[in-house]
């Protein structure tokens, strides 16, 4: 697989809302609105930074805290 097929793979690099959505946290097809991820931000359900009034992401803590942190029990 060429590097330009492969999934873009998460860095240590802090990122905006738009580069989190396409940086490979979320399944493709199946990533979060960008309202979604607002209001997430909101809630304070992902990580984030602030940089005056800029808010920015970084996709590796936001994939360990989704998978440590955000998992749905099972019904029963």
Not at 34 to 59: A, C, M, N, Q, S
Not at 68 to 75: D, E, H, Q, S
Request: hydrophobic content about 35%; aromatic content about 8%.
């Amino acid at each position: 697989m060429d590097e330009i097929d492969a999934p873009a793979k998460p860095t240590n690099q802090l990122t905006d809302i738009v580069g989190l959505r396409g940086c490979g946290v979320f399944p493709a097809g199946k990533e979060p609105s960008i309202r979604t991820l607002r209001e997430w931000t909101k809630l304070r359900r992902i990580p984030y930074h602030k940089v005056g009034h800029f808010v920015y992401y970084d996709p590796v803590e936001v994939a360990l805290h989704i998978r440590t942190k955000l998992k749905v029990p099972p019904r029963g």
